[in-house]
């Protein structure tokens, strides 16, 4: 196995091929009122959702990619909104389809439903968890009362023996508070903690963004804390740049901070963490980051059958109701698009990282009006990294399907991370 398979797990399959997972919005109906929401969520269900057959086909669809079929998530809105949700979940179960349900913190998610999820053979269980105090993750989430439930419904997946990843939306208001998350998650118990870093969508366009070097911090963070609880970022695909970044400097026994110049959010966090104890907890070994991105493994169906790259990527390719997803997903222009680096623009076309990053489409999307821009939330400046060497070397190792990579055009000469140009340029950020 080469060194960057150690560092960054790759796809078994051809992403060109197959999706590592598929999400099926199932409904947008939800009590909730969340301030991020992709789906501007509404009380009542859609009559234009696909219905029980639409959805047994859609099964089919993605058992069609081949076996091991992709991971199907259902989620919403509230999948636990439609009565058909168990059924569905027993029925891709016979068609050798692995499913999870991502379900809202509402009332719905009773002991009762989740031990019918668990019976019909869900793999596994999505929660979301914004805050590590009730006030802070109900305020965010409109609703009283949802910490409670999901703290309760986690627990209760947790004795059936499900299993459960933990979801935080990374925002302005929780970003002081991401190590008692974290703190949570290990007290709790869960197979894996997800940064999820905002995408200006839905609702989500009215919350404050962060600036790239916040960003810079936070995964730095995430990284951390990967050997107390097993940690990934979603929309977040730098990370596996910073994965990258702190093998190499660890290797060369250099300091992180100096050289990757981060700021005082990390600090705090490190310290935070260190005073809940995180940094002394059971030392695991580090999660690699999947290298998934929009329409590269990843693939999203809404409510009504129309296929998109991701749920925050609000360009449609098709609809399973009259194209198979797997023609979608393999020969549509949109996502062999988004599969080929070389048609990013801007600092992530000139990125030696690309081919392992290629930052969030969505995000791109949604800021610029353009899947190809640039990565918004980050502040590299390609070239800048210290050990050029290195990493060219550690790159190089990677199967002979993923060549090197290298930046299109050369970057302009730079100081390393941590030097006057990048302190300048952080600065810059920060404004």
Not at 265 to 292: C, F, K, N, Q, S
Not at 369 to 379: H, K, L, Q, R
Request: hydrophobic share 35%; charged share 25%.
């Amino acid at each position: 196995m080469s060194a960057v398979t150690h560092a960054i797990r790759r796809q078994r399959h051809d992403a060109g091929e197959r999706p590592f997972i598929v999400i099926w919005e199932s409904t947008r109906a939800c009590p909730l009122a969340c301030l991020h929401c992709r789906a501007e969520a509404v009380p009542d269900r859609d009559p234009r959702e696909l219905d029980t057959a639409a959805a047994q086909d859609l099964l089919r669809q993605v058992a069609a990619f081949g076996h091991p079929a992709p991971l199907f998530v259902i989620t919403g809105g509230d999948p636990f909104q439609r009565p058909d949700l168990t059924d569905l979940i027993a029925y891709g179960r016979e068609a050798g389809v692995r499913v999870a349900v991502s379900p809202s913190g509402t009332p719905t998610l009773t002991e009762e439903r989740l031990r019918a999820v668990h019976a019909a053979g869900a793999s596994g269980l999505s929660l979301s968890l914004d805050g590590s105090t009730a006030e802070l993750h109900d305020t965010f989430r409109g609703v009283p009362g949802v910490f409670r439930w999901t703290l309760d419904a986690w627990d209760t997946a947790r004795a059936l023996g499900m299993k459960v990843q933990i979801n935080t939306t990374v925002a302005r208001h929780n970003l002081h508070d991401l190590p008692d998350i974290v703190r949570l998650v290990a007290e709790h118990g869960a197979m894996l903690w997800s940064a999820f870093f905002l995408v200006p969508t839905g609702r989500g366009r009215s919350l404050g963004v962060l600036t790239p070097a916040e960003v810079e911090d936070v995964l730095n963070f995430v990284y951390d804390v990967g050997l107390t609880v097993p940690a990934k970022t979603t929309e977040a695909h730098h990370f596996r740049r910073v994965t990258l970044q702190r093998r190499i400097l660890a290797d060369k026994g250099d300091d992180h901070v100096a050289a990757l110049g981060l700021g005082p959010l990390y600090r705090e966090l490190r310290d935070r963490a260190a005073g809940l104890g995180l940094d002394t907890a059971v030392r695991r070994v580090r999660r690699p980051p999947l290298d998934v991105n929009a329409g590269r493994g990843f693939v999203f169906v809404s409510h009504t059958g129309s296929v998109h790259p991701s749920g925050f990527l609000p360009l449609g390719a098709g609809n399973v109701r009259e194209r198979p997803l797997t023609e979608i997903y393999r020969s549509s222009d949109l996502f062999t698009g988004l599969r080929d680096a070389d048609r990013l623009g801007g600092r992530c076309g000139a990125c030696e990282f690309r081919r392992v990053c290629g930052g969030s489409r969505s995000r791109a999307y949604g800021v610029t009006g353009d899947p190809y821009a640039e990565e918004p939330w980050c502040g590299y400046v390609p070239g800048s990294f210290p050990h050029q060497r290195e990493l060219a070397s550690l790159l190089a190792g990677g199967p002979p399907s993923q060549p090197t990579a290298q930046p299109s055009v050369p970057p302009r000469p730079t100081a390393a991370p941590g030097g006057k140009e990048h302190r300048e340029h952080r600065a810059q950020q920060e404004r």
